[in-house]
C-alpha cells in the first residue's frame, strides 16, 4: 500500500539521484537482540552521484509473516542519521552500562584490547561495541553521500 510516507522517501530519492536497490539474502533472526522471530534479511545498496552505501537491513517480522518485501521507506528511516559521538556517548543515549577498566586488566576478547581501557556489555558478547560502529559506519557513509541540507531532509522522514 503506498502513502505518503513512500511519496516522501522516493521523492527524497529522486531529488538527491539516489537509487536504492534490494537483494535478498536469507531468512534469520536479528543478531544481539535474543530474537526468537524470523525476518527477511536484505543487502540494500544506495549509490548516487556522490558515493555508494551498503547495509544488511532485517525487514519487519509483519513483512515476513505477510510475504511483503521492504519499501525505500522502511529502509531510509530506520539510518542512523546523527552523529553517535564517542563509545562512551553511545552507551549514554542507547542505555549500554559502561564502566572504565583497570587499565592492567583489558579485555582478553576485545579487538582493542592494546588501546582499550572500556567494559560494557560489548565486552560479554560484542552486542554495543559491533552496533556502535556500525551506526558509526552508517553516518559516515551517509554524510559522504548527502549535503547537510540534504541530511536533514533524509532526518524528516520517520
Known sequence: MFNEYDEQALAFLKETGTTMKFRFLKVGNIPYWNDK??????SVTMKNKNGE??????????NYKAHKKPREYD???????????????????????AKQLHKNDPCKRCP????CTVYCDY????????????CK??????????????????????
Not at 37 to 42: D, F, L, P, S, T
Not at 123 to 134: M, N, P, R, V, W
Open 137 to 158: 559506519k552508517e553516518y559516515t557513509d551517509l554524510i559522504g553521500m548527502f549535503t547537510e541540507e540534504q541530511m536533514e531532509k533524509l532526518r524528516d522522514i520517520n
Open 53 to 62: 552505501m551498503k547495509i544488511r537491513f532485517y525487514d519487519s517480522y509483519a
Open 112 to 115: 582493542e584490547r592494546d588501546t
Open 123 to 134: 565486552h560479554k558478547d560484542y552486542t554495543a561495541y559491533q552496533i556502535y560502529k556500525g
Open 37 to 42: 522471530y524470523e525476518h527477511n534479511i536484505y
Open 75 to 97: 529502509v531510509l528511516c530506520c539510518l542512523e542519521k546523527y552523529d553517535v559521538g564517542s563509545f562512551w556517548d553511545f552507551c549514554d543515549e542507547f542505555g549500554y552500562e
